[in-house]
């Protein structure tokens, strides 16, 4: 097992349940989703992997949710940075508005997301939408790509359409690593990964893409080796996605997954992957 400094979590999430539209993602199959997970929760099982940080990030297209986001960093020193939400797709004056609001509400907004996954990719390419990821560029925040394997090639459009945006890739764009497809979404990370170098990638998400309950490390690391191929060392960072991660690992399981890659890749800097990188992309200490 690499050893490493400290790791920073890019991509945790906390929410009160609630049996509506906003979790309507939470499918058959995934009901130990359906409860409340709260700091408490998710200080306990960062204590118990040695976890050094977080960064929360927006589960529901509300802006009062980032609002409570951003007032629990306030307080607590575990929480790092909060990827917020607002409405992309109003334009760039709306966008400018919502930031400012958040701005307002604390000091640990770091990016915006907003979620593209399960819409028609070309959302992204409308011109208001553009406009609106410019904008979250303008205001010195990191715009996060909450986008599938289909829609990668209208995110490569817009990361060139936006060349002084700070991009993250989540989830890897979500391959379809349960049927080992790797082909297509191979070929467009490449090319993703070539239009800018302010363009990372969260390695995050992959034990729900893959099979739930019969996932091995060999399914993971073909796409692992992809991302580092085409990102390098410098571009790529840690992310459990946890809790939603809990419909098909425990959190170290999602940890040792990296572990595991990174002990047959001894040219690789762990520390880069696990706190450096997400240091110097969400600007945090």
């Given at each position: 097992m690499a050893?490493?400094?400290?790791?920073?979590?890019?991509?945790?999430h906390l929410w009160k349940f609630e049996n509506n539209d906003n979790f309507s993602w939470i499918k058959e199959g995934m009901d130990c989703l359906r409860r409340d997970f709260g700091f408490q929760d998710l200080q306990k099982v960062l204590a118990a992997n040695d976890i050094s940080g977080s960064i929360l990030v927006q589960a529901i297209a509300?802006?009062?949710?980032?609002?409570?986001?951003?007032?629990?960093?306030?307080?607590?020193?575990?929480?790092?940075?909060?990827?917020g939400w607002c409405d992309i797709s109003k334009g760039p004056e709306i966008v400018?508005?919502?930031?400012?609001?958040?701005?307002?509400?604390?000091?640990?907004?770091?990016?915006?997301?907003?979620?593209?996954?399960?819409?028609?990719?070309?959302?992204?390419?409308?011109?208001?939408?553009?406009?609106?990821?410019?904008?979250v560029g303008r205001n010195n925040l990191v715009y996060e790509l909450l986008v599938t394997t289909d829609q990668l090639p209208y995110a490569i459009r817009l990361v060139e359409k936006c060349?002084?945006?700070?991009?993250?890739?989540?989830?890897?764009?979500?391959p379809a690593i349960k049927k080992h497809d790797i082909s297509l979404w191979q070929k467009?990370?490449?090319k993703l990964a070539a239009v800018s170098d302010k363009i990372y990638c969260k390695i995050s998400g992959m034990v729900t893409e893959a099979d739930w309950h019969n996932w091995q490390q060999a399914d993971f690391d073909p796409y692992i080796d992809t991302i580092y191929k085409f990102f390098g060392?410098?571009?790529?960072?840690?992310?459990?996605?946890w809790p939603v991660s809990l419909t098909a690992a425990k959190y170290s399981q999602v940890v040792n997954i990296l572990h595991n890659w990174l002990s047959?890749?001894?040219?690789?800097?762990?520390?880069?992957?696990?706190?450096?990188?997400?240091?110097?992309v969400y600007h945090l200490y």
């Open positions: 050893v490493v400094q400290k790791i920073i979590d890019t991509h945790n509300v802006t009062e949710e980032s609002e409570k986001l951003l007032a629990l960093a306030q307080k607590e020193e575990l929480i790092k940075g909060v990827i400018q508005m919502s930031i400012d609001n958040l701005k307002s509400k604390g000091t640990f907004l770091k990016g915006i997301r907003f979620m593209s996954q399960g819409l028609p990719g070309n959302h992204l390419l409308e011109p208001n939408f553009i406009a609106g990821c410019r904008t060349p002084d945006v700070t991009f993250v890739l989540e989830h890897i764009a979500k467009n990370i490449k060392e410098n571009r790529i960072m840690f992310g459990s996605d047959r890749h001894q040219e690789v800097n762990p520390d880069k992957l696990f706190f450096e990188n997400a240091i110097k």
